[in-house]
């Protein structure tokens, strides 16, 4: 299996997150959207240290493709960091109802001072963040349904930004802030590339799909043969290998066990993956016109599978 190699983070970053530290101080509560499947791969860090004295609330969006269990996980943990929380499908709007009152609740501190110095129903405003295909458009979409009026520039106050009304209580500034994924390490990249946080054309989506079924197979063992029929086998991935193979640089299971040069389990593993996406392809008659089997067809199958949940509700991030 070839290294994969995700070392993407567009240019104009800078310029977006410059306009967003501007906007964030107009704006009392950050509405920020993380993919259920992967809740901390798919938040930018930048949020924390730019929103530090911001009310903060975290949306679980595509909760219904993430496993329940480990979205509670998650959920108990924002919490204990201090912020509201609330998990939605953007797409059918399940739990999007909630979130007026969960805002409220979130801002309650900033209501009562407000109405200490006599001013009363001045509305919140908040902003919606998050990276790219978290699910943000759609969220907004939703949550402002139709019925939401731009409530026009206000001199003085808005430097002549555009708000959106939502309701009675709520106004979102309508010029989202997007950050881009912002990764440290390989693992964080791989997740927001299955999830397709990461454009597909820039990533090897044979190398992703193996290291897709090593996971599967690990944390989610049955999904495969579910599925498409194929039989798993056991699973030791490289991953998990012992103090001194690790030594030796197999860390990760995608890629890294060509730089070790004793990692025959990871090596091994790695046969076992490709002959299982083989197997995929074949049930799924992803052939080439000579009859063999299109492997980065069967790939992209399987990820697609993933990504519309027909795999079963999987978590890529997890607690502990």
């Not at 949020?47 to 530090?52: A, E, F, L, R, T």
Request: aromatic share 6%.
């Amino acid at each position: 299996m070839g290294e994969v190699n995700i070392n993407w983070y567009p240019g104009h970053m800078t310029k977006a997150k410059r306009q967003m530290e501007e906007d964030i101080k107009l704006i009392d509560i950050i509405i920020e959207i993380v993919d259920a499947r992967i809740p901390e791969s798919s938040r930018n860090p930048d949020i924390d240290s730019m929103g530090k004295n911001k009310y903060r609330l975290i949306v679980m969006n595509k909760y219904d493709l993430a496993d329940d269990r480990e979205t509670d996980k998650w959920c108990d943990y924002f919490k204990e960091k201090g912020y509201y929380v609330v998990k939605t499908n953007s797409k059918s709007g399940k739990g999007i109802r909630s979130i007026d009152g969960i805002v409220m609740e979130a801002c309650k501190e900033k209501i009562e001072r407000d109405r200490k110095r006599g001013i009363k129903n001045r509305p919140i405003r908040a902003m919606v963040v998050g990276i790219p295909n978290v699910g943000k458009s759609t969220f907004i979409n939703s949550y402002a349904k139709k019925a939401c009026t731009k409530t026009g520039n206000k001199p003085g106050v808005t430097r002549g930004k555009q708000w959106v009304r939502l309701g009675k209580n709520i106004e979102l500034l309508d010029t989202p802030g997007i950050l881009w994924p912002k990764f440290e390490d390989e693992k964080t990249g791989i997740r927001l590339a299955i999830t397709g946080a990461i454009k597909d054309d820039i990533l090897n989506i044979d190398d992703l799909s193996l290291y897709l079924i090593d996971y599967l197979r690990e944390e989610y063992p049955g999904a495969i043969k579910e599925r498409y029929g194929v039989d798993e086998g056991n699973s030791i991935l490289s991953r998990d290998l012992s103090d001194n193979e690790k030594s030796g640089n197999s860390e990760t299971g995608v890629g890294e066990e060509k730089k070790s040069g004793n990692s025959e389990i990871g090596v091994g593993e790695e046969k076992k993956s490709v002959d299982i996406l083989y197997k995929i392809g074949e049930q799924r008659k992803c052939i080439k016109k000579d009859g063999e089997v299109d492997y980065t067809k069967a790939a992209a199958l399987l990820i697609d599978d993933f990504r519309s949940g027909v795999l079963g509700k999987i978590t890529v991030d997890k607690l502990g």
